[in-house]
């Protein structure tokens, strides 16, 4: 089975642009979770889809947005870019979600904001 | 906020020793997970302890839980210079997992 895919691997924009990043999950698996991880804050949680409707919703502003499509891909989206917003951006897929099942994770999205 | 958080924050042993890692958390849970990253790398699973179950093995990995005192420890044995990584616990809070910092772990030739 082909692991969780994200892409692009290495981004890099300039303040108050915006970006789209992309995942797609493991064959089968309808839970998709994307986590910001900063050296600072370590790893936080930004949001779950599940069957294309977001289940969960961490602690960020509205700037960073996601969707699911019904083939489990998800996107998500950060607008209007700040400094802080660099960091690797990981999303991880499982079966049913919600805490209660290993996750399987990509190798990260790493966007650096000039 | 992090729910778990992991002791010490880095480690560095020699190759052939134990290592030892320690995770506390502060609400009740249903299971609490062990991850290693390798740098610049996702996260893999390594282990899941469910909140009824007190030690779990897994190859050279060694997983224990106290619910009591809202703890748990990853112990690695005959580490290896490829277990050089760091390694995250998380717990399943409000639905999602919530991790911890990490241990970064060192094992030197």
């Known amino acids: 089975k082909a692991g969780v895919t994200q892409t692009p691997r290495y981004l890099i924009k300039t303040r108050g642009q915006q970006v789209t990043l992309s995942c797609s999950p493991i064959?089968?698996?309808?839970?998709v979770s994307w986590y910001q991880q900063t050296p600072g804050q370590g790893l936080q949680f930004l949001f779950e889809?599940?069957?294309?409707?977001?289940?969960n919703k961490g602690n960020f502003p509205g700037r960073f947005s996601g969707r699911q499509f019904s083939n489990s891909r998800s996107e998500m989206n950060v607008s209007t870019l700040e400094l802080g917003d660099s960091a690797l951006y990981l999303c991880?897929?499982?079966?049913?979600?919600?805490?209660?099942?290993?996750?399987?994770f990509g190798d990260g999205t790493r966007l650096s904001i000039l | 906020s992090q729910q778990g958080e992991e002791d010490p924050q880095a480690l560095s042993i020699q190759e052939g020793e134990n290592a030892t890692m320690n995770c506390s958390y502060k609400?009740?849970?249903?299971?609490l997970q062990w991850y290693r990253q390798n740098s610049g790398r996702g996260l893999v699973h390594l282990i899941l302890?469910?909140?009824?179950?007190r030690e779990k093995h897994s190859g050279r990995l060694r997983v224990t839980l106290d619910t009591s005192k809202k703890s748990s420890s990853l112990l690695i044995t005959a580490s290896r210079a490829a277990d050089t990584a760091s390694y995250f616990c998380?717990?399943?809070?409000?639905?999602?997992?919530?991790f911890g910092k990490g241990t970064k772990l060192t094992v030197n030739p």
């Open positions: 064959s089968g698996h309808r839970s």
């Open positions: 302890i469910r909140s009824n179950e």
């Open positions: 889809y599940f069957s294309e409707t977001q289940r």
């Open positions: 991880a897929s499982s079966l049913a979600g919600g805490g209660f099942q290993p996750q399987h």
């Open positions: 609400t009740s849970i249903n299971n």
């Open positions: 998380a717990t399943d809070g409000s639905e999602k997992l919530v």
